[in-house]
């Protein structure tokens, strides 16, 4: 219990340090996949037959795995998901001092709820994942059977079906496909486990001795890989081009130059400059050198989706990105003042929660 709980508290702190890296899937989103699961060797227990083949163990052969899921993205990193899965494996060996001759097949199937939280580590092709999960399954024994083959030992033959509580952690790799929005590619890693030990009706030959008994794996651990599908069922449409906007000159004529304004629009959740952004900040810092300019101001906007806290910190790292760029432009830090506004003040009202492209902005205005 001790180690569980130390390993759900590093979780957590992990889940805290890599939060500005999220790559949120925001809304609801169906998964396939299909692959391979290689159960470790299962020790047998036989009720009331301690004795029987000292730490007899079964050994099984690589099966198939089949999982599908239907889940939901917050937009900020973490989604939750409830899965149906389906494992068969043939058994390999009954492992005990002598040679035995064995055949059967197990099963196991159930549902279990997830948690799973996606980063960004840089690259927009690939999205690493990890997560938790625990539900119900069920195991079933088909006609198990392992008898030496001296036929001079013991010998079991059980069938039977039993459920019981589940948990399991994994990790993946999403790999967006760039003509297709809302669908990527995914390979994972997970390490599942049905907990207690089930025990199926069976009968013991132990000499010339037959019992009627119930034999059942102690353990139960099992290593899969999946290769899947996963897609977005409203995936956020591509941003607008961008493009500066100028306001009009007053037509007073002895009146001071109008304000002059550019526009640089981010991606959704991301606060780095494009290449057409940092040509739109480029043109903003050599207006500056040919007109009167007082003061230079930097606002940041978001759009109305995610929370009101992170949309606030989110427009204030847009500011400071186009601020960086103009310095970097030849423009004086001490010209420059940064304001973050968050989801105030947008160009296009929406609803709360709604990814509008014209209100992730950087308002340049020059004074």
């Known amino acids: ?31 396939l996949g299909g692959g391979v699961n290689q159960p470790q060797d299962e020790k ?27 889940g939901y993205g917050f937009g900020n990193g973490f989604r939750v ?21 064995v055949h059967g097949h197990s099963n196991n199937y159930g549902a279990l709820a997830n948690v799973i939280f996606d980063m960004d580590v840089g690259a927009s092709w690939i999205y690493p994942y990890f997560g938790a999960g625990a539900g119900y399954s069920r195991t079933s024994w088909n006609q198990i059977y392992g008898e030496p083959n001296c036929y001079c030992g013991s010998a079991f033959t059980a069938s039977g079906e039993q459920g019981h509580f589940a948990y399991q952690g994994l990790f993946g790799l999403s790999f967006p496909v ?57 995936p956020p449409p591509p941003p607008p081009p961008e493009a500066p906007v100028s306001a009009p000159a007053p037509a007073a004529a002895p009146a001071p130059e109008a304000a002059r304004t550019y526009l640089v629009f981010f991606d959704w959740d991301r606060a780095d400059l494009s290449a057409r952004a940092r040509q739109i900040v480029a043109e903003a ?25 992170y949309n606030q910190a989110l427009s204030v790292r847009r500011a400071q990105s ?26 296009v009202p929406t609803a709360k929660g709604v990814r509008e492209p014209q209100n992730r902005r950087v308002e340049i205005v020059l004074k």
């Open 285 to 309: 810092a050599q207006a500056s050198t040919h007109v009167q300019t007082t003061r230079i101001e930097v606002n940041g906007y978001t759009d109305l989706s995610g929370s009101t806290a």
């Open 1 to 31: 219990m001790k180690a569980r709980n130390t390993l759900a508290a590093a979780l957590l702190g992990v889940c805290a340090a890599a939060a500005a890296l999220a790559q949120p899937v925001s809304g609801p989103y169906i998964s």
């Open 44 to 70: 047998l227990n036989v009720s009331g037959q301690p004795a029987f083949v000292p730490d007899s163990r079964l050994r099984f052969d690589v099966g198939p795995v089949g999982s599908g899921a239907v």
């Open 178 to 234: 760039a003509y297709l929005p809302g669908l990527s590619l995914t390979a994972e890693y997970r390490f599942f486990s049905a907990t207690g030990s089930p025990t199926f009706p069976a009968y013991t030959a132990v000499g010339n001795t037959i019992t009627a008994t119930r034999i059942g794996p102690t353990t139960d651990f099992n290593h899969t890989g999946l290769i899947g599908l996963r897609y977005e069922l409203f």
């Open 81 to 101: 998901e409830i899965e149906g899965d389906w494992r068969q494996n043939d058994v390999q060996s009954w492992v005990n001092p002598l040679p035995a001759y």
């Open 322 to 347: 186009v601020e960086a760029e103009l310095v970097r432009d030849g423009v004086a830090q001490s010209e420059i003042g940064i304001h973050g506004f968050g989801e105030s003040n947008p160009l």
